[in-house]
């Protein structure tokens, strides 16, 4: 079974400018998720898709930050403008289902530095 | 969102060691998770512990669920290299799940 894909690995960008990030979950998998994890910390969720609905975004940092699943399978991730605190690891994740852990599977992320 | 405290925050220890570390919270959840993170991958689901007082073992790896359920504990017998990463605690709480501030591990061979 092939696992949660992301891309790109890494990402160096300036602060001010745009960045975007991709996630193809796993096939049938309903639910993704984004987190966002700095150094040394776990990871923090940003928004979490049902489908192609957005489940909660509480955490998504809105004035900067937006992030899309048209069709209900990929997703992708935007920075705009970005600032030096937003760099991090970008994980995506999906599950079966909402609220369950069962498959709940992590991609290898994106590593966004801003400088 | 939910504060998740783990302890110790980084560990050296020597290849062949027992390793004890615990996740501790304000508040009570009824399911705590433990995950491994390799470098440059994502956390990856070693143990899912769902009674309090439970445990569960997953080859050298034992978690317990505390009495309490404000506390998890993480034990790993006779380390070896391949146990170097960082090890988070989550709980999973509605739809939501929340990860503690991880320990990293080293083994020196």
């Known amino acids: 079974e092939a696992g949660v894909a992301q891309s790109p690995r890494y990402k160096i960008i300036e602060k001010r400018q745009s960045v975007a990030f991709w996630c193809n979950p796993i096939s049938g998998h309903a639910t993704l998720y984004w987190y966002q994890q700095i150094l040394g910390q776990g990871p923090k969720l940003l928004i979490q898709f049902q489908n192609n609905g957005v489940v909660d975004d509480s955490q998504l940092p809105k004035d900067r930050f937006s992030a899309e699943r048209l069709k209900g399978v990929d997703s992708t991730l935007k920075i705009q403008p970005a600032k030096l605190e937003d760099s991090a690891v970008y994980l995506c994740?999906?599950?079966f289902g909402g609220g369950s852990h069962y498959g709940y599977t992590f991609g290898s992320g994106t590593r966004l530095t801003v400088v | 969102g939910q504060q998740l405290n783990q302890s110790p925050q980084s560990m050296f220890i020597q290849e062949g060691e027992d390793v004890s570390m615990n996740c501790t919270s304000s508040?009570?959840?009824?399911?705590w998770l433990w995950y491994k993170q390799d470098p440059g991958e994502g956390p990856v689901l070693l143990i899912a512990l769902y009674k309090a007082g439970e445990l569960t073992s997953n080859g050298r790896l034992t978690a317990q669920f505390g009495i309490t359920r404000k506390d998890s504990f993480l034990n790993i017998s006779a380390s070896i290299p391949s146990d170097v990463g960082i090890y988070f605690c989550?709980?999973?709480?509605?739809?939501?799940?929340?990860f503690g501030t991880g320990t990293s591990l080293t083994v020196i061979p």
């Open positions: 508040s009570i959840f009824n399911t």
């Open positions: 994740a999906s599950s």
């Open positions: 989550a709980v999973h709480t509605g739809n939501q799940f929340y």
